[in-house]
Nanobody
Framework: QVQLVESRGGLVQPGGSLTLSCAASGSILSIAYVSIAYMGWYRQAPGKQRDLVATISSGGNTNYADSVKGRFTISRDNAKNMVFLQMNSLKPEDTAVYFC???????????????WGQGTQVTVSS
């Protein structure tokens, strides 16, 4: 199993900035044949589905939702199994619960498996 612990979100004024972090832990990550394919962030606004925000592979390849390109930056510390989301120029429509996610390759029997954090609330409002 993998545990994902997100940093606290918060209330930010429009145009402001906030950085989220997420730390992954779990004994399975120490197994030699287990690797992290990617880590990332999704978000879910009230009454809406959970949508991709950004992901980053172990090699550093990034993928962003169109709505956050140019404003958000995802980064990763592979040594610490951590992922970060720098959010700038925040808008009210960025208000949502942000979820950290990790996709791990757990060998030929288990294959790829997704893990999720508990989520952290980000509210953008004046």
């Amino acid at each position: 199993q993998v545990q994902l612990v997100e940093s606290r979100g918060g209330l930010v004024q429009p145009g402001g900035s906030l950085t989220l972090s997420c730390a992954a832990s779990g004994s399975i990550l120490s197994i030699a044949y287990v690797s992290i394919a990617y880590m990332g962030w999704y978000r879910q606004a009230p009454g809406k589905q959970r949508d991709l925000v950004a992901t980053i592979s172990s090699g550093g390849n990034t993928n962003y939702a169109d709505s956050v390109k140019g404003r958000f930056t995802i980064s990763r510390d592979n040594a610490k199994n951590m992922v970060f989301l720098q959010m700038n120029s925040l808008k009210p429509e960025d208000t949502a619960v942000y979820f950290c996610t990790l996709n791990a390759w757990e060998g030929t029997t288990r294959g790829h498996r997704d893990y999720w954090g508990q989520g952290t609330q980000v509210t953008v409002s004046s």
